[in-house]
């Protein structure tokens, strides 16, 4: 059964010059300080994580569309999730992102395949809001419920409260912003580390949201629609076991996740997984040195698929 919440198709950047971003460890406590190892050894490893996380979706039945990233100006390019979003009824949203190296990121030609591809009626184009100091990482910095049209938002650099509104009403999700840290204190950075929703479950590190009356307030709404909540501590949110991604494959839904968070799940939390998903492991941890992990790996499409034409 088809469910709004996951994507069937996603697309991925592979880098051919990764390294973690010097400019965005600042606010991301997750990013590790400095690369292991020489940098091409580096780099040369984040190709084949990209390139076999790709193969392992596929090998699941989902479609992905992937993309060639040989810059050197851009080394988060493996998270295009934070710099545009697709929406049912043909909506594409592109951002303003904070970080001024991460603003080349935005790929014309991608949003031309997705024209190409599926059926695209609108891009709205939030960029230029970067040059009044206005940003809104995308699906990092939200965390989108399709089903129930609620945009979840951590405040952080990251996000500015007058563009998560403007968004709301532009694509008609309610906003719900709040507070989470980490155990040293420090904000969290981006939503999709702290939460996963899927059609009929929700990952979250609710002891990271410090208002008690908010985190009630979340978990109340995650649930009102039956979904199954999976709380997770803080040392699984920083094993990124909240940064991952319900799908649609054609045997039904999976969870993308990478090894180093199902290897923070416990037995309990695993079944509860798989009574509503599959859990599909990638092995990324180079990647995951810039601070992001598989769910900033997939820009899902939630897109209508365009039709064949017929040959005359």
């Not at 709040?178 to 969290?188: N, R």
């Not at 968070?261 to 509503?276: D, R, V, Y």
């Not at 040195?289 to 939630?302: D, E, N, T």
Request: include cysteine; hydrophobic fraction near 45%; charge should be negative.
């Amino acid at each position: 059964m088809f469910s709004p919440q996951s994507p069937q198709a996603v697309v991925m950047i592979r880098p051919h010059h990764f390294t973690p971003n010097p400019v965005t460890a600042a606010d991301n406590a997750f990013q590790v300080s400095q690369s292991f190892g020489p940098a091409a050894a580096v780099a040369a490893e984040a190709y084949r994580e990209v390139s076999e996380a790709a193969e392992t979706l596929t090998r699941a039945g989902i479609t992905v569309h992937l993309f060639e990233d040989t810059g050197t100006q851009t080394p988060d390019s493996v998270f295009p999730n934070n710099w545009f979003s697709t929406h049912a009824g043909g909506h594409v949203a592109v951002y303003p992102m904070f970080a001024p190296n991460r603003r080349a990121e935005r790929r014309w030609d991608i949003l031309e395949l997705l024209k190409r591809d599926y059926r695209v009626q609108d891009v709205i184009d939030y960029s230029g809001l970067e040059a009044d100091g206005v940003f809104l990482e995308g699906t990092g910095a939200m965390v989108l419920d399709h089903i129930e049209h609620v945009a979840y938002a951590v405040r952080s650099h990251r996000m500015t409260p007058v563009m998560l509104e403007r968004f709301c009403t532009h694509f008609r999700y309610e906003p719900i912003s709040f507070e989470a840290v980490d155990p040293s204190g420090t904000p969290i950075y981006h939503t999709n580390v702290l939460m996963s929703i899927g059609t009929d479950l929700a990952l979250v590190g609710l002891e990271m949201i410090p208002d008690v009356a908010r985190r009630t307030e979340i978990a109340a709404r995650l649930t009102a629609g039956g979904r199954t909540l999976v709380p997770l501590s803080e040392a699984q949110i920083g094993d990124f076991a909240g940064n991952a991604l319900e799908l649609q494959a054609p045997d039904g839904l999976v969870l993308a996740l990478s090894t180093r968070a199902l290897g923070s799940l416990g037995a309990s939390q695993k079944q509860q997984i798989e009574t509503k998903a599959r859990l599909l492991p990638l092995s990324i941890p180079t990647i995951e040195q810039a601070g992001g992990s598989v769910r900033c790996m997939l820009a899902g499409i939630h897109l209508a698929k365009r039709p064949a034409l017929a040959l005359a």
